[in-house]
C-alpha cells in the first residue's frame, strides 16, 4: 500500500464496499472496473486508480473478484477491528441512529449509551441501558471507549467534545451542524452534513425542470 | 455555464456553499483558491477547475468574492427556486430530520407530513398537521409537490416510491438502505448512506492507531 492515499478516494471506498456487498447478494463473483465505474457513477479508469493505491487486485482482461475486492477493502477501512464507540444523546436523532444503523457491520462495537434527561437515563436501547451523562467520565476511565457519536443538541457538541478529547476518545461521529474543535487535529471528526445532499437533491430536480422545459418549447 | 458538469463538482458544491456561509458569518470577504482548497480538503488547481465549470468567479491574485460566490452557488443549485416537499413517515428518523434540516435554506418548502400510524396522524409537527398516507394521492393531485423526503421503514419505501413516481414527484430524498427504483431513470434520487461515513470514521481512527503504534516502537 502506497504511503498516502487521498482523502478523496478514502471516502469512495465505503460506496464500493456497499456496493459489492450488493453484488456479493445477488451472487455475482466478477466485474469489469467499467462496470464498476458505471454503478459508481464515475469512469473506469477512476476505478482502477482508485484500487491500484491499494496494491490492484485486478487482473487485465479479467476484471475483479468481487469477494476478494470486498475483503481487502473491508480491511483497508479498519472494518475488522471491531472499535468500541459510545453514544451521546439518546433523543429523536440518536434513536433514529440506532435504530437505522448496524455498527457492527461498520467497524464498530457499541458498549454505552448517555443522556442528561432524567426520563430517557434508564430506558433500555438496543440492549444497553442509557447511562447518566455525569458518570461519562468515570465510565471512560474504566472502559476506554475508542469513538463517541454525538447526537445531542448542536449547542451540547462543543463541550462534550472536548470533554471527551481530554478522556482519550480517538475519533468523533458528528451529527450536530456546528464545528467540533479539537485540541488534537489528528484526531478524525467524521461530520454528517445532511443538508448537503438535501442541497445536491435541489440542483439535480432543478436540471430536470429546466431539461423538461426545453422540452416543451421544442 | 458549461453544458455537461461532472456529478463529482456538483457533489462538491454544497460543501463550498456551507464553507463559505461559515466565511460570510465571520465577516470574512475575499478567499484564494488555496485557502478554500485546503478547508475543502482538496487541492488549489481543483477548486479553480471546479468552479470554472461555472463560469470561472476568481480573478488571477486576487482570490474569490466569498459574498458573491456564495449567492451563485445558491443560484447554481437552485436554492432560490423553493421546490416544495412532503415528508412521509414522521417515525423517529423523520421526526429526528425534521428537528434537524432547516429545509428554507437548502431550497425546499415542505408542505405536508405523512403517516400511517394512526398515533401519530393528527400530531402537529414544525407546524404542520400529519396527514393519513391513504389521502395521500388527492394530496398530490391537488397541490403537485415537487420532491419527496422518504423516513419511513426501508420495506415500504420500493412501493412508496413507484407510487410517489406515478403521482408526479420528481425528486427523492431517500434515507432507507434499500435501493429505490423508479421507472423514469432521470427522476433524481439522493440517498443517504450514514453506514458509508461511519465507515470512513473507522479507516481513520484506524490510521490514527497505526501511527501511535508505530511512534511507540521507536
Known sequence: MKEKVSLAVI???PRYYRYLGDLLDAGITKISSQELSEKM???ASQVRQ???????????GYGYNVELLYKEIASILGLDRKYTAILIGVGKLGNAILNRITFEKRGFKLIALFDNNPEIIGQEVRGLKVLDVNTIDDFCRIHKPDVAFLTLPREAVPG???????????????????????????????????????????YRVNELEKKLQNQNKI
Chains 1, 2 share one sequence.
Not at 481530554?166 to 478524525?188: D, R, T
Open 11 to 13: 471516502n469512495r471506498l
Open 41 to 43: 457513477g464515475t469512469t
Open 50 to 60: 482508485d484500487l491500484n493505491c491499494f496494491g490492484g487486485f485486478g487482473q487485465q
Open 160 to 202: 462534550m467534545a472536548i470533554r471527551l478529547e481530554k478522556l482519550g476518545i480517538k475519533g468523533f461521529w458528528n451529527f450536530s451542524s456546528g464545528y467540533v474543535k479539537l485540541e488534537n487535529k489528528e484526531i478524525p471528526v467524521e461530520n454528517v452534513h445532511l443538508g448537503d445532499s438535501l442541497m445536491t437533491l435541489c
